[in-house]
């Protein structure tokens, strides 16, 4: 069982930054590969980033990348996500998710490969 934890979200002008973290509970955290999903009102939940076990592969969708980076510490058994040149519609409740065991890197961006959500972080970004 897995429990995470988020925190660091919060209201920015457009072009700010922000950075998430998730602790997770657990001597296990770094055998899991981990996500970030956000989901804005009248929206389905959507893929963000994912990190591979070890940190050394990462994952962005299309509208974050060069904007966004996700990384872990298994040490401290949480990862993070960096936001910057925030635009109003990145503006969502933001999830971070556990992966089930085995979750090939290729099904990373699918909210039914989490076996655990953290109750998520509001980040809002006004213009």
């Known amino acids: 069982q897995v429990q995470l934890v988020e925190s660091g979200g919060g209201l920015v002008q457009a072009g700010g930054s922000l950075r998430l973290s998730c602790a997770a509970s657990?001597?296990?955290?770094?055998?899991?590969?981990m996500g970030w999903f956000r989901q804005a009102p009248g929206k389905e939940r959507e893929f963000v980033a994912a990190?591979?076990?070890?940190?050394?592969?990462?994952y962005y969708t299309d509208s974050v990348k060069g904007r966004f980076t996700i990384s872990r510490d298994n040490a401290k058994n949480t990862v993070y996500l960096q936001m910057n040149s925030l635009k109003p519609e990145d503006t969502a409740l933001y999830y971070c998710?556990?992966?089930?065991?085995?979750?090939?890197?290729?099904?990373?961006?699918?909210?039914?490969?989490?076996?655990?959500w953290g109750q998520g972080t509001q980040v809002t970004v006004s213009s």
């Open positions: 998710a556990a992966a089930k065991y085995g979750t090939p890197t290729a099904r990373l961006g699918m909210p039914n490969e989490y076996a655990y």
């Open positions: 657990g001597r296990t955290f770094s055998s899991y590969p």
């Open positions: 990190i591979t076990r070890s940190g050394s592969s990462k």
